[in-house]
């Protein structure tokens, strides 16, 4: 029987779950209930997070005083990026499902990183993959992996096609190594993600193998440069990568051409759709991802527009055999499922695994299909929205069209010169973050300093992208009329 007592000194007590239990839910439920309205950013950030410091404590103070001070100064060291006004990068909440679900993964603490660990764990994945394949109108045959996201998404699939490239040279590169391949070539437009060039570098490909073929200083893709790469390869296997919904103002690669020189040149297609991918949900929007059934592999994120916890990604593969040949290891201790039982960490980076199907799966039941297309269609109107709003003001520029639900704009009041107006923008970037109000940041498009607010929470209103508009004029006003 396990000893018990509330103190801190000797290790972990049972007696300390309930207290802590009810603490967490009570500072949770006051948390979400003033999350509406509270600022993004507290204005004593910098003083909340200086209270941790100092060295290892000898004797711990226990659970429950351990997690009344972080709660107690905590909050005010966080950014609330779950809330309705962060429109910085592309971050979505959290729906109380998910949270539900989050939580208890937290308490039965699985890994489906080998079925027999967690057949519950294993069996929730599976299921989140076939749904997200439906969401998403991809082929029900396609494989999957749930990872960290984006990043590792990409890092999975582009491990795929970087394998598929070997076999096709006479090569199993995770057998014999990078020294045996002939380089792999990467061809995308100017509107690849710096997740995608990472996971590139990580794979061993080089960065430098990456050929952006853009037709604009936008990054727009140049398909006649493409197919003069590809014919120029002498039939080497190549990886082009398409981007669905680039980061500046959520614009598109034309992904069915692309996947015609991929077919016609034998090269591997792979979509980063992480966020964008999202549109095909949309009758809207879908056209904007016209071909992407097509590709080899594709990815995207839960943390984005599906709405649940960070770390959560997908990554699709339209042959499931790769998964297993890319990162199937065996060992006498790894007991391997049986059929129609998975075992996630042979098909991905990670062995030891946090069990994200059941945040995904309790998500997708809880509002189905047509409670996502609902949310994306309601925040496509709200980013058309600001954009009306730009352009009706006679200080806001809107610098790109609005293709989903990223708006590209800057201040432009009249009379400035290029030059003050990027550094206005900046200026009005860094006290738009210390305000706290809203969250939003810089970016440069086409040379121009830029905002760029990505809607994607399912908390925000109109009365939230209305705030982000109103904060950004007035702060731009009163930075120029006190110089």
């Not at 060291?77 to 989050?102: C, K, Q």
């Not at 293709?403 to 107006?421: M, T, V, Y």
Request: net charge negative.
């Amino acid at each position: 029987m396990v000893e018990t007592s509330s103190g801190g000194g000797s290790g972990p007590h049972a007696s300390e779950i309930d207290d802590v239990l009810s603490a967490v839910a009570k500072e949770a439920r006051a948390y979400l209930e003033s999350l509406d309205e509270r600022p993004v950013r507290s204005s004593d950030l910098e003083t909340a997070l200086e209270s941790f410091a100092g060295r290892l404590p000898e004797e711990g103070s226990g659970a429950v005083d351990t997690l009344e001070k972080l709660t107690s100064r905590g909050m005010d060291a966080a950014i609330h990026s779950s809330g309705p006004r962060f429109f910085h990068f592309v971050i979505g909440g959290v729906t109380p499902a998910a949270l539900g679900a989050e939580w208890l993964g937290s308490v039965i603490d699985q890994n489906p990183g080998l079925w027999i660990a967690s057949p519950l764990g294993g069996r929730l994945e599976v299921l989140s993959i076939a749904w997200l394949l439906d969401l998403f109108e991809l082929p029900p045959e396609w494989g999957g992996v749930l990872t960290t996201g984006a990043t590792m998404a990409n890092y999975v699939s582009l491990a795929c096609a970087r394998h598929w490239c070997g076999q096709r040279q006479g090569i199993d590169v995770e057998q014999q190594g990078l020294r045996a391949l002939r380089p792999i070539k990467v061809l995308s437009s100017g509107y690849i993600h710096a997740s995608a060039t990472k996971a590139v570098g990580m794979l061993g490909l080089g960065r430098a193998s990456i050929l952006k073929v853009a037709r604009d200083d936008a990054g727009r893709v140049d398909l006649e440069g493409v197919e003069r790469h590809l014919a120029s390869f002498d039939g080497d296997p190549a990886i082009v990568i398409a981007n669905a919904g680039e980061v500046n103002a959520g614009d598109f690669d034309p992904i069915n051409e692309m996947a015609d020189l991929a077919q016609s040149y034998g090269a591997w297609l792979h979509v980063d759709g992480a966020f964008g991918l999202f549109a095909r949900i949309s009758p809207d929007t879908i056209d904007l991802c016209k071909g992407v059934e097509r590709a080899h592999s594709v990815t995207a994120d839960g943390h984005k527009w599906l709405n649940v916890a960070y770390d959560s990604g997908f990554a699709f593969v339209s042959d499931p055999a790769l998964l297993r040949e890319s990162f199937g290891v065996s060992a006498a201790y790894l007991t391997p499922g049986g059929e129609n039982q998975p075992d996630f960490g042979f098909m991905g980076p990670e062995m030891s695994r946090k069990a994200r199907g059941l945040a995904v799966w309790a998500t997708l039941n809880a509002y189905g299909r047509s409670g996502y297309r609902t949310m994306v269609e309601r925040h496509l109107a709200l980013a058309r929205r600001v954009a009306r709003r730009v352009e009706e003001a006679d200080d806001l520029e809107l610098l790109a069209d609005v293709k989903l639900n990223i708006i590209c704009f800057r201040l432009h009041p009249p009379g400035l010169s290029e030059e003050q107006l990027d550094v206005l923008n900046a200026r009005v970037g860094d006290a738009v973050l210390a305000d706290g109000r809203v969250f939003v940041g810089t970016t440069s498009y086409r040379g121009k300093v830029a905002f760029r607010p990505a809607i994607v929470n399912w908390r925000t209103t109109e009365a939230d992208v209305d705030l982000l508009v109103d904060t950004l004029r007035a702060l731009g006003e009163r930075l120029r009329t006190s110089g």
